[in-house]
């Protein structure tokens, strides 16, 4: 295979979208600089990907998040965890 980007068959669809979601979801996209569609796109990937930390594009802000979803786990067992998962991803 050559070193080209795979190439991924798009489709359009339309979808019935809560206006406060779609308004916040538009602001967010051009905050980063990205199109809402990449923007959602991501966000799907990511609920639905179980091994979601292979797609991270940035380790601590998604480090951040992890940590701050898991406020009443110690520091010690946060990092337990972590540890654990690079043994089973290394594995």
């Known amino acids: 295979m050559g070193g080209g980007r795979l190439s991924l068959k798009r489709e359009k669809w339309t979808l ?3 206006p406060t979601l779609k308004k916040f979801l538009v602001r967010t ?7 809402p569609v990449t923007l959602l796109e991501e966000i799907v990937k990511e609920k639905l ?3 979601g930390h ?3 594009k940035d380790s601590a802000e998604y480090v951040r998040m992890l940590r701050r979803r898991s ?3 110690s520091d010690a067992a946060f990092l337990k965890e972590i540890r654990a998962w ?4 290394s594995s």
Do not use: C, E, M, W
């Open 16 to 18: 019935s979208f809560d």
């Open 29 to 35: 996209a051009k905050r980063q600089g990205i199109y």
């Open 49 to 51: 990907n179980p091994y």
């Open 54 to 56: 292979t797609d991270v």
């Open 71 to 73: 406020r009443d786990q």
């Open 86 to 89: 690079q043994r089973f991803a």
